[in-house]
């Protein structure tokens, strides 16, 4: 056993005494701030305080609570295998029982956790504790199996990580780590690493412990199951990965691995180029369903094809699974159907139409012109032959194109005199009968030739103003409005004609 194990094994050893002298005795409970407990400065219970809802995340299976009077020990498997797969139903409590003697069978509990890949057993007595805690072996069906056995502190217990030296062991952290809050279990240091793993009584982790009489911060001990992403095992991590001892041997042997891709299972690593299940097949468009066709492409050695081959024997071999991929699905499929039978129907009416044609063709043959009216027309048409003719016949043409363009201005002049002059009477005549229309709607444009028309009412000259009325009085006349309104009754109109009054 080594110091380690002495050492967890007398700690667990001291607790199964104290809960053995404590399980008679029955104290009656104080209240913690009663002054006639002897602990006045105990502190007062705290209010229950709210707590965000947990983060979900992957934890590992609590194992199975043991008795608190038994010793837990866990085996871990030296090799790399699946403990699940290693033994069958019955088989594992059977190669355990025959290690440790028929006799021991009843005072011992096995309890494997696949999930883990480990062994925990709980026993009471002190030779099954010093026959698994060993590097031992055990036989199976399909083979023997190297295990090593170490002690698990259970009860009110709790872990935490510091960074320590390099050059620390764990022998030497017992003298250099000290919680002076508590009582510090063990000290176990991680390998070749920095990092050490704290064991302290109780369920509450510690802010800081002295580290060479030095403040060191404690974080939180996370437990994790090691994988390794090489061969896609439990076990062993990945740089440990193919170094995986005997029983008989304290130091690690190396032998080959395997990889194998949990993509895949194949024969590579995970994050392998290689690997033809880690890449998604993009999806290629599919077949146009509108628009003009496209018009195949020519072939390189200008041979036209064959009727009876078409355009899709010279596409590559995956072009019909790319199809197959891309075809749609849902609304997508039901409107592309809709639009394949309207194009059906199309082509299908364009067939009876063409079918028709050729009918009426073949009943009523044309008949081709007679070899006298071919004659006439090459005779009417004269191809020149020779070069001096050919510049001779368009020195001519020139000439006459010349002269169609030389009365062409005189020609586009009276083409737009004769538009004008059609324009002019066109709006002319228009306004003329617009104009004579609103005045016939409008009389009030017309001036009043009558005389005016006496209504017996007073008229607004007919204002008296102080000077005036002591004239009146005097003459025995008549205001000088009346005078005005008698003059302007008496006047005789002015003669009006159609052009206005006249002068």
């Known amino acids: 056993m080594s110091a380690e194990q002495a050492d967890i094994f007398q700690l667990v050893e001291g607790r199964r005494r104290r809960r053995k002298n404590t399980k008679g005795e029955s104290t009656p409970k104080t209240p913690l701030n009663n002054p006639a407990s002897g602990d006045a400065c105990a502190p007062s219970p705290k209010p229950p305080q709210k707590t965000s809802p947990p983060v979900s995340k992957w934890t590992p299976k609590p194992t199975v609570r043991m008795n608190p009077d038994d010793y837990v020990i866990v085996l871990k498997p030296r090799i790399t295998v699946a403990l699940k797969i290693a033994f069958q139903q019955g088989e594992l409590g059977a190669a355990i029982s025959q290690l440790i003697g028929k006799q021991h069978m009843n005072a011992i509990t096995i309890s494997p956790n696949w999930e883990q890949n480990i062994i925990v057993c709980g026993t009471q007595s002190h030779e099954v504790v010093q026959k698994l805690l060993t590097d031992f072996q055990i036989h199976t069906s399909k083979g023997p199996l190297p295990l090593h056995g170490h002690l698990k502190l259970t009860g009110d217990v709790c872990r935490g990580v510091i960074s320590v030296h390099n050059l620390e062991t764990s022998a030497s952290l017992k003298r250099s780590v000290q919680w002076r809050g508590g009582e510090l279990v063990y000290a176990r240091k991680l390998g070749n690493s920095n990092v050490a793993v704290l064991t302290f009584a109780g369920r509450n982790v510690p802010r800081y412990v002295h580290y060479n009489a030095e403040l060191t911060p404690v974080r939180e001990y996370k437990k994790t199951v090691p994988a390794c992403h090489r061969c896609a095992t439990l ?19 190396p032998h080959e691995c395997d990889p194998m891709c949990i993509v895949c299972r194949g024969p590579h690593l995970t994050s392998s180029r290689e690997c033809t299940g880690k890449f998604i097949k993009l999806q290629q468009p599919g077949p146009r369903t509108s628009g003009s066709p496209t018009k195949p492409k020519r072939q390189p050695t200008g041979k036209a094809p064959t009727p009876g081959k078409t355009a899709t024997a010279t596409l590559p071999s995956g072009a019909a699974e790319s199809r197959a991929l891309s075809a749609p699905s849902g609304g997508a499929a039901r409107d592309q159907d809709k639009e394949l039978r309207r194009e059906l129907a199309l082509l299908r009416a364009q067939n009876e139409k063409l079918a028709s044609e050729l009918h009426s063709l073949r009943t009523h043959p044309i008949t081709p012109p007679s070899s006298s009216e071919e004659e006439e027309y090459i005779t009417d048409r004269e191809i020149p032959t020779t070069a001096e003719s050919r510049v001779v016949a ?30 002019i009477t066109q709006v002319t005549q228009a306004v003329t009968h617009i104009i004579q229309k609103w005045i016939q709607d409008n009389p009030r444009v017309l001036k009043r030739v009558g005389p005016i028309t006496d209504v017996n009412r007073t008229s607004k000259f007919n204002r008296v103003t102080p000077d005036e009325s002591d004239f009146t009085e005097d003459s025995g006349t008549s205001a000088p409005g009346a005078s005005r309104l008698g003059s302007l009754n008496n006047a005789t109109p002015p003669s009006v004609s159609d052009h206005g009054p006249q002068p």
């Open 235 to 253: 076990g062993h991590r990945w740089g440990l990965c193919g170094q995986n001892g005997g029983a008989d041997t304290e130091e690690m042997i």
């Open 394 to 423: 368009l020195k001519t043409q020139v000439t006459a194109i010349e002269t169609q363009l030389a009365d062409l201005p005189q020609i586009i002049h009276d083409t737009i005199a004769r538009q004008v002059e059609i324009v």
